[in-house]
Structures are given as C-alpha cells and as structure tokens.
C-alpha cells in the first residue's frame, strides 16, 4: 500500500484527490477530530459541494479500515475488562455488607 502503519496523513486541498487517493489504496478516509470512519463515497456525498481549506483537510487520514476495526476490538476488550473489574467490586462490596 506504501503507507507507514496503514496510514498516511492527508496532506490534500481537495476533495476528489482524497477520495481518489483512497480509492486507490483501497482504504477508507478516518477524521480524527469527529473520529468517524468514511468509505471514499460516503465522503464524496457529504463533502463534495464544498470547499474547505487546509487546517480542515489535515483531519483526514487515508487508513486501511482493517485497522481501524484491529483498534476498535483492542479499545472494546479494554473496557470490558475494567466493566468487569468494577462488576467484582461492587459484588464484593454488598456481599461483605450483608455478612
């Protein structure tokens, strides 16, 4: 793909180069401001009547959605743990209450 880390930042002053680029690549468009995953034509339709500058074009990464699912699972397993570790606790706390 010749990204580094199935990623590259979007370096574009235009929308169609980005969705171009991503085609390409075969890779979705990720904004790591709103943190939403876009498919290239998804981003087409919400974006292409407008014109943005660079600061706003510097939100969007070219990444491999594989990825981003890998991150997705990894954050998922995280929580879960901790939900659980909490789960114990309060268990715990209310059956010493009741002995």
Same mark, same amino acid.
């Given at each position: ?21 991503? &085609? ?27 014109? +943005? ?15 981003? &699912? ?13 939900? &659980? ?8 706390? +209310?059956?010493?209450? &009741?002995?």
């Amino acid at each position: 793909m010749g990204f580094n880390e199935d990623q590259q930042a979007a370096h574009f002053t235009n929308i169609n180069i980005l969705v171009k680029e991503a &085609l390409r690549h075969k890779c979705w468009i990720y904004s790591s401001t709103e943190k939403i995953w876009y498919s290239p034509e998804e981003f087409m339709a919400k974006y292409k009547h407008s014109s +943005y500058n660079q600061a706003w074009f510097a939100q969007f990464k070219v990444m491999n959605p594989m990825a981003g &699912l890998k991150a997705a699972e990894i954050q998922a397993q995280k929580l879960n743990e901790k939900k &659980l570790a909490f789960q114990q606790r309060v268990f715990e706390y +209310y059956q010493n209450k &009741l002995k």
